[in-house]
């Protein structure tokens, strides 16, 4: 969907905007724990603004998390549900959120890296327990948790405000739902999106790695000298 509305000229927000930006992650951490642990003051438009002002849709985590609050903000925005079997979707999560919260390395070397990695694990792990009803692996709240968020924007999307959409259907639903041509000579696209997000974390595995043996060893050898200061001057 973030490709297919690129495609059709809008600016759209996706997760992989907020590793180009890792700022954000705190905000929306802060959102997050304003939303679901009453902490801090919710985000409304003025806030939501910030974020995103320059982008005219959004798709993906973590702005999912807030479809009542963008509804708000956003009062006359036009909601498309992307529709998929939960069996497909949940085999998915195994391959990508569930198979990287396995990297338990990431548990270690996150704190090193404050600028991108360590905010995105915090951000990571509040959503899956979030949706994991308190836990990391309940993958059966995860199901119900997927099933009552498609309830929920049926529920709370006007209808005259709302696409059920299937990507098969291709572009004419999709164009006549926005009230934009169909592009000439342009399939709808589809995206290995599991493949570009287990690349997109070990790069930041690796990014997060070389931070740890460049801090450590940084402590390591301060820790040397100070050893051999002490032992000659002792």
Same mark, same amino acid.
Request: one cysteine or more; a positive charge.
């Given at each position: 969907?973030?490709?297919?509305?690129?495609?059709?000229?809008?600016?759209?927000?996706?997760?992989?905007?907020?590793?180009?930006?890792?700022?954000?992650?705190?905000?929306?951490?802060?959102?997050?724990?304003?939303?679901?642990?009453?902490?801090?003051?919710?985000?409304?438009? $003025?806030?939501? @603004?910030? #974020? %995103?002002?320059?982008?005219?849709?959004?798709?993906?985590? *973590?702005?999912?998390? =807030?479809?009542?609050?963008?509804?708000?903000?956003?009062?006359?925005?036009?909601?498309?549900?992307?529709?998929?079997?939960?069996?497909?979707?949940?085999?998915?999560?195994?391959?990508?959120?569930?198979?990287?919260?396995?990297?338990?390395?990431?548990?270690?070397?996150?704190?090193?890296?404050?600028?991108?990695?360590?905010?995105?694990?915090?951000?990571?792990?509040?959503?899956?327990?979030?949706?994991?009803?308190?836990?990391?692996?309940?993958?059966?709240?995860?199901?119900?948790?997927?099933?009552?968020?498609?309830?929920?924007?049926?529920?709370? $999307?006007?209808? @005259?405000? #709302? %696409?059920?959409?299937?990507?098969?259907?291709?572009?004419? *639903?999709?164009?006549? =739902?926005?009230?934009?041509?169909?592009?000439?000579?342009?399939?709808?696209?589809?995206?290995?999106?599991?493949?570009?997000?287990?690349?997109?974390?070990?790069?930041?595995?690796?990014?997060?790695?070389?931070?740890?043996?460049?801090?450590?060893?940084?402590?390591?050898?301060?820790?040397?000298?100070?050893?051999?200061?002490?032992?000659?001057?002792?």
């Amino acid at each position: 969907m973030h490709r297919a509305l690129q495609t059709l000229g809008y600016k759209s927000y996706h997760m992989v905007e907020v590793l180009r930006n890792p700022k954000a992650l705190n905000y929306w951490l802060e959102a997050l724990e304003a939303k679901y642990s009453d902490v801090g003051k919710p985000y409304q438009r $003025v806030e939501f @603004d910030k #974020l %995103l002002g320059d982008y005219s849709a959004v798709t993906d985590t *973590p702005c999912i998390m =807030f479809v009542d609050e963008l509804l708000a903000a956003y009062p006359d925005a036009k909601v498309i549900l992307s529709e998929r079997e939960i069996e497909s979707w949940m085999a998915s999560m195994e391959k990508t959120l569930y198979a990287i919260l396995n990297w338990t390395s990431f548990e270690y070397i996150a704190p090193f890296d404050s600028g991108l990695v360590g905010p995105y694990w915090r951000t990571l792990k509040f959503m899956m327990k979030v949706w994991n009803g308190g836990e990391l692996f309940n993958r059966h709240q995860f199901r119900r948790t997927y099933e009552d968020h498609y309830k929920h924007v049926r529920a709370v $999307v006007p209808p @005259d405000g #709302l %696409l059920e959409f299937q990507p098969q259907e291709g572009w004419e *639903p999709l164009c006549r =739902f926005l009230g934009k041509p169909i592009p000439e000579n342009k399939p709808y696209p589809y995206i290995n999106e599991a493949g570009k997000l287990i690349k997109a974390h070990k790069r930041m595995w690796r990014l997060a790695m070389r931070q740890t043996i460049w801090k450590v060893g940084g402590l390591v050898l301060a820790a040397g000298v100070l050893v051999m200061a002490i032992w000659y001057h002792g």
